[in-house]
T-cell receptor
C-alpha cells in the first residue's frame, strides 16, 4: 500500500524559498510519476509539477520560473522548491502519485500547510 | 480562474440523484480523459472516477462519470449525508501540457 508523507517548514518569509519533501513508502520510485499540487485556503486545486525516477520533470507553466522538483530514489523521497514566495503561495501542499496507467492522481499525502508571512 | 468550469455549489435531498457538471474546451476535455476527485474538509482529495467513467476499487457504483464533447458530468444516485463534500473535475490540457482542475463544486445533502 503506497503512502506519502509531506514534511517541511510551515512558515516561510516573503521573497524566500519554500522547500518541502515527500517521503514514499510501499512503492518503488520507478512505479509512478511523483507530483506536487497545492490548494490555497478555501480555493481549488492547482497542479505544480511532476518528476519521474529518471529526474525528468514537467512543470505548470504559470510556476515554471520559480519551481524545481528533485528526486532521491535511494531515500524514497522527492522534493519541491518554490523560490521568491509571496502571500499568494500560501496553501496546503500535497504530494501525490500520478499513475502511468490510470493517468490519475491515485494516492495523496495528507497535505501540509505552508504559510508565507 | 480555473481552466475547467464547475458550478460552485449544488444541493439535493437524501436518496435522490444529483449531477455535477464540468465544462472545458477542445484542448482539454474534448481530447483527453476526465477524472473526478472527492474532498472532505481538512482532508486530501480522493480519486473517485478515472478515464471518464471508471471507478477505482472501493468506490460505490452510486458514483458514475460521463463525458460528451467538451463537457463531463458526475452523477451520484441514492444520495447519502456522507456524500456531502467538494467535488473536483480534472483532465489534461494539451495547450498547457499538464493537468488542470475545475474550481470545485460543494455538494450539500439537505
Amino acid at each position: 500500500q503506497v503512502q506519502l508523507q509531506e514534511s517541511g517548514p510551515g512558515l516561510v518569509k516573503p521573497s524566500e524559498t519554500l522547500s518541502l519533501t515527500c517521503t514514499v513508502s510501499g512503492a518503488s520510485m520507478t512505479s509512478f510519476y511523483w507530483s506536487w499540487l497545492r490548494q490555497p485556503p478555501g480555493k481549488g486545486l492547482e497542479w505544480i509539477g511532476f518528476i519521474d525516477d529518471g529526474g525528468n520533470t514537467n512543470y505548470n507553466p504559470s510556476l515554471k520560473s520559480r519551481v524545481s522538483i528533485t528526486i532521491d530514489t535511494s531515500n524514497n523521497q522527492f522534493s519541491l522548491r518554490l523560490t521568491s514566495v509571496t502571500a499568494a503561495d500560501t496553501a496546503v501542499y500535497f504530494c501525490a502519485t500520478y499513475s502511468r496507467s490510470s493517468l490519475a492522481f491515485d494516492v495523496w499525502g495528507q497535505g501540509t500547510l505552508a504559510t508565507v508571512s | 480562474q480555473s481552466v475547467l468550469t464547475q458550478p460552485p455549489s449544488a444541493s439535493e435531498t437524501p436518496g435522490q440523484r444529483v449531477t455535477l457538471s464540468c465544462s472545458g474546451s477542445s484542448s482539454n476535455i474534448g481530447s483527453n480523459f476526465v477524472f473526478w476527485y472527492q474532498q472532505f474538509p481538512g482532508a486530501a482529495p480522493k480519486l473517485l472516477i478515472y478515464r471518464d467513467n471508471q471507478r477505482p476499487s472501493g468506490v460505490p457504483d452510486r458514483f458514475s462519470g460521463s463525458k460528451s464533447g467538451t463537457s463531463a458530468s458526475l452523477a451520484i444516485s441514492g444520495l447519502r449525508s456522507e456524500d456531502e463534500a467538494d467535488y473536483y473535475c480534472a483532465t489534461w490540457d494539451d495547450s498547457l501540457r499538464g493537468p488542470v482542475f475545475g474550481g470545485g463544486t460543494k455538494l450539500t445533502v439537505l
